[in-house]
Nanobody, 130 residues
Framework: QVELVESGGGFVQSGGSLKLSCAVSGRFTTHYYAIAWYRQAPGKEREGVSCFSTTDSSTYYADAVKGRFTISRDVANNTFDLQMDGLKPDDTATYYC??????????????????????WGQGTQVTVSS
């Protein structure tokens, strides 16, 4: 199993910044995988935010956050970070870290694979006031 622990959520005003971290540990069958940040607001469907591929360090962003959010990898600490700048009230949601080997589904089609092919973190709450 691969386990993920998220941290860094909080309450900020519009225009503020937060940095989320995803700590990854467990058993890996391959060095090549994807780590994604998804979010879900109350009453809305879960949507993809950003992805990082360990195959070639490629990054992917949803149009709604492009230019404001940055995903990166800290190899030494085995974490994946999401720097969020210029936050808006529409960014308010619970943010989840997801691990999967299915890069195309997770980060290109923005469709979360079934539980047989993906692992989830517990989520961290981000609230942005106007």
């Amino acid at each position: 199993q691969v386990e993920l622990v998220e941290s860094g959520g909080g309450f900020v005003q519009s225009g503020g910044s937060l940095k989320l971290s995803c700590a990854v540990s467990g058993r890996f069958t391959t060095h090549y995988y994807a780590i994604a940040w998804y979010r879900q607001a109350p009453g809305k469907e879960r949507e993809g935010v950003s992805c990082f591929s360990t195959t070639d360090s490629s990054t992917y962003y949803a149009d709604a956050v492009k230019g404001r959010f940055t995903i990166s990898r800290d190899v030494a600490n085995n974490t994946f970070d999401l720097q969020m700048d210029g936050l808006k009230p529409d960014d308010t949601a619970t943010y989840y870290c997801i691990y999967s080997n299915l890069l195309f589904s997770l980060c290109v089609k923005w469709q979360i694979p079934s539980s047989d092919f993906a692992s989830w973190g517990q989520g961290t709450q981000v609230t942005v006031s106007s």
